[in-house]
């Protein structure tokens, strides 16, 4: 791998480990009111915006069915999870955030998630001050498999596409990297990765530590 100017870090399923918790608050979420919600469902949502999110669960639970109690409840179990649980960092992330600092490697989050949510899991698990900046679901139109999240992380880094990193679990995260023409590196979390992550991911390593020799070699 060429020299690297900035790493682009993914968060729920890459950065924390949220998703296993993002999908137990929501299951139970669903059946308080009356709806099934398979693990299948939930891995076709891994990795896109909150307005396809919103889409695919209406879809669910029919077009006069009100959202807003629906999310009002997922936050209620999610924030009872995090307490119970704590949030946990995945593993090789601390190492590889030291080995970023000593190389002189920007880094900064795009997450699809929204800004409220990034700042508070960066507060709770100690890491907010580890990073230069984030980008989240809430300064793009169109949330990932389209590059615009990556593009603008670039631009805020003053780094070309051709000296950038993207770190992530998700086909999606993957696909709007090779859009914007990142290199990305693939960490699975819940999915498996599938032939399009193997033959369009830049590699595909078990943890975050794997990381290190590619980008500080």
């Known amino acids: 791998m060429k020299e690297i100017d900035l790493v682009i870090f993914d968060m729920d399923g890459l950065l924390f480990d949220t998703e296993t918790s993002y999908y137990e608050a929501m299951r139970g979420a669903m059946t ?75 880094k900064c989050i795009a997450s699809s998630n929204n800004k409220a949510a990034i700042e508070n899991y960066l507060e709770v698990s100690g890491l907010g001050d580890r990073f230069d900046f984030y980008v989240s679901g809430d ?44 290199k990305c590196i693939i960490v699975p979390d819940m999915l498996e990765p599938n032939e399009e992550m193997k033959e369009n991911a830049y590699a595909i390593v078990d943890n975050l530590e794997e990381v290190i020799p590619m980008v500080t070699k």
């Not at 009100?66 to 999310?71: F, G, R, V």
Request: glycine share 8%; charged share 25%.
């Open 32 to 106: 308080t009111f009356g709806f099934d919600f398979p693990f299948e469902t939930y891995k076709s949502m891994i990795g896109i915006g909150d307005n396809e999110t919103n889409q695919l669960l209406q879809k669910i639970c029919g077009p006069d069915f009100s959202m807003a109690p629906l999310w009002e409840e997922n936050y209620r179990q999610f924030q009872k999870l995090l307490d119970e649980k704590g949030l946990v960092i995945k593993p090789g992330a601390i190492e590889l955030l030291h080995a970023l600092d000593e190389a002189g490697i920007a």
């Open 139 to 182: 300064d793009v139109k169109r949330a990932k498999p389209d590059p615009d999240i990556f593009q603008i992380a670039c631009r805020k880094a003053n780094a070309t596409a051709d000296r950038a990193l993207v770190l992530e679990d998700s086909l999606n995260g993957l696909r709007a990297a090779n859009a914007a023409g990142i």
